[in-house]
């Protein structure tokens, strides 16, 4: 063997959501990408600039930036795959990792019709595409097409790749590996704080704005609590996203006096947003082209040792142990998660007990183990 052919592969992560773009993808990229690093790969990412000059950037490993917009808009979609396309040469020796659906997107044409090579191709499935390419026959006429060439699939959880396997990209992969997300490095940092000196029971949604993350069916179950217990809820929302869903939320929780601080982006205090609270609640919902893969700020909650509170939905079924760290009821069921939110309120032990629970979970998973998990993948000598 030659010195050269000694030399570990190098890695490009390619994902359309990243860093200004904050989200599950965003974190798994970013938290993948400093895991490899630190095990001495040679690992890149490549995500869109989305229009910013991104002076900000503060990551140990490098970062491309691709000029271009972050959105699955036609125009931002072109402008990344000439992107992409401009860097040719440098992803043919290359094994790549498709993170995001935009990264999907681009691969699924550029590939098949020879405008991009490499050595190697890895996708990593949340969920949500699955579900995108089944149900539009321009996206499952290319992924047919790409996913014949891709010997390894990742995915987060095994309600994941249950998708994969009942979905018509079954027949074409020869390999599902899972690949578990972990806590970001931002929210397990330990700041200690002063709880606020009141008697208010803080519960915290912290994701997009957005149906599919049910701030609003927790807003609903909060309004359906006693009288007496109301006065002492104030529910806090953290995140960008939806504007007019905001708005409902804001409207359900006055009509059902309800107080409402609504937090904007969670930027450098997500460690602090996470200690101040008493109960989490993320009450996903699956939407035709849209689930919860996982759901790492259900993990990030445990860390901090909250209780959690959401549905059966998705992937939250294996972040979210029911009675062990937290309480789960059947997705839609308001009244019941009425139910399970006024338990937490009025029962301090069991919050306790569950937020123990939630810290020897969240410590089950870590992005090191799942580095090795990819880059035993990477290694892996293309067929």
Same mark, same amino acid.
């Given at each position: 063997?030659?010195?050269?052919?000694?030399?570990?592969?190098?890695?490009?992560?390619?994902?359309?959501?990243?860093?200004?773009?904050?989200?599950?993808?965003?974190?798994?990229?970013?938290?993948?990408?400093?895991?490899?690093?630190?095990?001495?790969?040679?690992?890149?990412?490549?995500?869109? %600039?989305?229009?910013?000059?991104?002076?900000?950037?503060?990551?140990?490993?490098?970062?491309?930036?691709?000029?271009?917009?972050?959105? /699955?808009?036609?125009? %931002?979609?072109?402008?990344?795959?000439? @992107?992409?396309?401009?860097?040719?040469?440098?992803?043919?020796?290359?094994?790549? /990792?498709?993170?995001?659906?935009?990264?999907?997107?681009?691969?699924?044409?550029?590939?098949?019709?020879?405008?991009?090579?490499?050595?190697?191709?890895?996708?990593?499935?949340?969920?949500?595409?699955?579900?995108?390419?089944?149900?539009?026959?321009?996206?499952?006429?290319?992924?047919? $097409?790409?996913?014949?060439?891709?010997?390894?699939?990742?995915?987060?959880?095994?309600?994941?790749?249950?998708?994969?396997?009942?979905?018509?990209?079954?027949?074409?992969?020869?390999?599902?590996?899972?690949?578990?997300?972990?806590?970001?490095?931002?929210?397990?940092?330990?700041?200690?704080?002063?709880?606020?000196? +009141? %008697?208010?029971?803080?519960?915290?949604?912290?994701?997009?704005?957005?149906?599919?993350?049910?701030?609003?069916?927790?807003?609903?179950?909060?309004?359906?609590?006693?009288?007496?217990?109301?006065?002492?809820?104030?529910? @806090?929302?953290?995140?960008?996203?939806?504007?007019?869903?905001?708005?409902?939320?804001?409207?359900?929780?006055?009509?059902?006096?309800?107080?409402?601080?609504?937090?904007?982006?969670?930027? +450098? #205090?997500?460690?602090?947003?996470? @200690?101040?609270?008493?109960?989490?609640?993320?009450?996903? $919902?699956?939407?035709?082209?849209?689930?919860?893969?996982?759901?790492?700020?259900?993990?990030?909650?445990?860390?901090?040792?909250?209780?959690?509170?959401?549905?059966?939905?998705?992937?939250?079924?294996?972040?979210?142990?029911?009675?062990?760290?937290?309480?789960?009821?059947?997705?839609? %069921?308001?009244?019941?998660?009425?139910?399970?939110?006024?338990?937490?309120?009025? +029962?301090?032990?069991?919050? @306790?007990?569950?937020?123990?629970?939630? $810290?020897?979970?969240?410590?089950?998973?870590?992005? +090191?183990?799942?580095?090795?998990?990819?880059?035993?993948? #990477?290694?892996?000598?293309?067929?």
């Amino acid at each position: 063997m030659t010195p050269a052919a000694s030399v570990k592969p190098r890695v490009v992560i390619v994902t359309h959501e990243f860093a200004l773009f904050r989200g599950g993808v965003a974190t798994y990229s970013a938290e993948l990408a400093a895991a490899l690093n630190r095990a001495g790969e040679a690992v890149e990412v490549w995500a869109p %600039d989305y229009g910013t000059a991104n002076a900000t950037d503060d990551f140990t490993f490098p970062v491309a930036r691709l000029r271009a917009g972050g959105s /699955l808009g036609f125009c %931002d979609m072109v402008q990344f795959a000439r @992107q992409l396309i401009a860097r040719r040469a440098q992803l043919e020796p290359a094994t790549v /990792l498709l993170t995001s659906v935009g990264a999907h997107m681009a691969f699924m044409i550029l590939v098949p019709l020879g405008l991009v090579k490499c050595r190697r191709v890895l996708s990593l499935l949340h969920g949500s595409e699955v579900l995108r390419f089944e149900r539009n026959p321009f996206w499952k006429f290319w992924a047919t $097409r790409f996913f014949s060439r891709v010997e390894c699939v990742l995915t987060v959880s095994r309600f994941s790749r249950s998708l994969i396997e009942r979905s018509f990209l079954s027949s074409l992969t020869q390999q599902i590996v899972m690949a578990p997300c972990s806590c970001s490095a931002a929210a397990m940092q330990s700041i200690p704080i002063a709880k606020p000196g +009141d %008697d208010k029971v803080r519960v915290l949604t912290l994701a997009r704005v957005h149906p599919r993350k049910g701030q609003l069916d927790t807003a609903q179950a909060l309004a359906l609590l006693p009288p007496e217990l109301r006065t002492k809820i104030i529910y @806090q929302v953290g995140g960008k996203g939806d504007t007019e869903y905001l708005r409902r939320v804001e409207q359900t929780c006055h009509d059902g006096g309800v107080v409402l601080e609504y937090l904007g982006e969670i930027t +450098d #205090a997500l460690a602090r947003t996470y @200690q101040q609270c008493d109960i989490f609640a993320m009450t996903s $919902r699956t939407l035709p082209k849209s689930v919860e893969g996982f759901g790492i700020t259900y993990l990030e909650a445990g860390f901090h040792g909250k209780p959690v509170v959401g549905y059966r939905s998705g992937g939250a079924v294996e972040a979210v142990v029911n009675g062990e760290t937290g309480i789960l009821v059947e997705e839609g %069921d308001v009244a019941a998660l009425s139910k399970a939110l006024q338990q937490l309120v009025t +029962d301090p032990a069991l919050r @306790q007990r569950l937020g123990e629970g939630g $810290r020897r979970h969240s410590a089950r998973f870590s992005w +090191d183990a799942t580095a090795r998990i990819v880059m035993e993948a #990477a290694l892996q000598e293309p067929q």
